[in-house]
């Protein structure tokens, strides 16, 4: 799920002259109130501060925060019930319960969940999809409640024909939103069902459909990471040198983050960070420094926890020291 949040813990390490830190609340400030104003039960501060940000400057990203702050669930439904005809609420109480759907099932193979843990799981996805559907309803021009409704759906396994209605719902509200492709990616990858071939072909194409600039290159080295996992260790190391996964990675870099017009702001360290890993492993030297030096010691959580779940600043440090950024 880090994907997902893209969140991490408040840290700072040392290295020469050279301060490390994790990347907190994507460096938004926006963020962290929320965030805050969550973890004090303020629903009044919380709708302020998602009233604040309309749709079209991408809630999400603060959506996301409210629904990874734990005990969110013990209060939520108060506002539901209080105002039964807004979609704000509800929308709250959707990703809540997306998210603790996710804490019930854990990170583990599906072989390593009970299913006692699986029926949670499912129990609260479902109780997330009812209200989604609800403030999509209210809303029909929001995207947000078909973003989490990406999310839910992974879980409950709707299938790939109702999962890409999803996807599309939310990509025609907006055509180039980074963490609705990022949800679509992930559901098109092998271990959700998908193909590598779906995957590579999904993210290309949605790098060469997003104007220049675009994070949406991401994808590109989301994929390769992807496949190098999957693949384990030896034939995934030999998969990552191939010339085509250099090349690939190359191209999508210079048409995102290495852009001059490259969009910045809210996920733009963590693209940069998976640029990082995927060019540092495929031994493109040049591009692993250059994609670290445009985020300069921002860590973030994902890609890094793929190497080191423990410590991902720790994972960040050796691949940028083993191509001399």
Same mark, same amino acid.
């Given at each position: 799920?880090?994907?997902?949040?893209?969140?991490?813990?408040?840290?700072?390490?040392?290295?020469?002259?050279?301060?490390?830190?994790?990347?907190?609340?994507?460096?938004?400030?926006?963020?962290?109130?929320?965030?805050?104003?969550?973890?004090?039960?303020?629903?009044?501060?919380?709708?302020?501060?998602?009233?604040?940000?309309?749709?079209?400057?991408?809630?999400?990203?603060?959506?996301?925060?409210?629904?990874?702050?734990?005990?969110?669930?013990?209060?939520?439904?108060?506002?539901?019930?209080?105002?039964?005809?807004?979609?704000?609420?509800?929308?709250?109480?959707?990703?809540?319960?997306?998210?603790w759907g996710w804490?019930?099932?854990?990170?583990?193979?599906?072989?390593?969940?009970?299913?006692?843990?699986?029926?949670?799981?499912?129990?609260?996805?479902?109780?997330?999809?009812?209200?989604?559907?609800?403030?999509?309803?209210?809303?029909?021009?929001?995207?947000?409640?078909?973003?989490?409704?990406?999310?839910? @759906?992974?879980?409950?396994?709707? #299938?790939?024909?109702? $999962?890409?209605?999803? &996807?599309?719902? /939310? +990509?025609?509200? *907006?055509?180039?939103?980074?963490?609705?492709?990022?949800?679509?990616?992930?559901?098109?990858?092998?271990?959700?069902?998908?193909?590598?071939?779906?995957?590579?072909?999904?993210?290309?194409?949605?790098?060469?459909?997003?104007?220049?600039?675009?994070?949406?290159?991401?994808?590109?080295?989301?994929?390769?990471?992807?496949?190098?996992?999957?693949?384990?260790?030896?034939?995934?190391?030999?998969?990552?040198?191939?010339?085509?996964?250099?090349a690939s990675l190359?191209?999508?870099?210079?048409?995102?983050?290495?852009?001059? @017009?490259?969009?910045?702001?809210? #996920?733009?360290?963590? $693209?940069?960070?998976? &640029?990082?890993? /995927? +060019?540092?492993? *495929?031994?493109?030297?040049?591009?692993?420094?250059?994609?670290?030096?445009?985020?300069?010691?921002?860590?973030t959580e994902f890609?890094?926890?793929?190497?080191?779940?423990?410590?991902?600043?720790?994972?960040?440090?050796?691949?940028?020291?083993?191509?001399?950024?």
């Open positions: 799920m880090a994907l997902l949040r893209g969140a991490g813990l408040s840290l700072k390490r040392w290295v020469g002259r050279n301060a490390e830190r994790l990347e907190r609340d994507y460096g938004d400030p926006a963020v962290t109130r929320i965030r805050e104003a969550a973890q004090a039960a303020d629903w009044a501060q919380v709708r302020e501060g998602l009233a604040a940000h309309p749709e079209s400057e991408d809630r999400t990203w603060l959506l996301w925060a409210v629904g990874d702050t734990a005990g969110v669930e013990r209060w939520i439904q108060d506002a539901v019930a209080a105002e039964p005809d807004s979609a704000l609420p509800l929308l709250v109480a959707g990703a809540r319960w997306v998210r804490e019930a099932r854990t990170g583990a193979l599906a072989k390593h969940v009970s299913r006692e843990q699986f029926e949670v799981f499912h129990e609260r996805l479902r109780q997330a999809e009812t209200w989604l559907y609800r403030a999509a309803e209210l809303e029909p021009s929001w995207l947000s409640p078909w973003h989490f409704l990406q999310v839910s @759906g992974r879980g409950l396994e709707v #299938g790939p024909v109702l $999962a890409r209605r999803r &996807f599309e719902a /939310a +990509a025609r509200r *907006a055509p180039h939103h980074l963490r609705v492709h990022q949800q679509h990616l992930q559901q098109v990858c092998e271990k959700w069902g998908g193909s590598h071939e779906e995957m590579h072909s999904f993210a290309r194409s949605s790098m060469l459909a997003a104007p220049e600039g675009s994070l949406l290159g991401q994808l590109v080295a989301i994929a390769h990471i992807e496949q190098w996992l999957r693949l384990g260790e030896g034939p995934g190391r030999q998969y990552m040198r191939r010339e085509e996964t250099a190359r191209e999508a870099a210079e048409r995102s983050v290495l852009h001059p @017009g490259a969009e910045r702001g809210r #996920g733009w360290a963590q $693209a940069c960070n998976s &640029f990082a890993l /995927a +060019a540092s492993l *495929a031994g493109e030297t040049q591009l692993a420094r250059r994609s670290f030096e445009a985020a300069p010691d921002t860590v890609p890094w926890q793929y190497v080191n779940s423990a410590d991902p600043v720790l994972a960040y440090r050796r691949h940028r020291s083993s191509v001399g950024a």
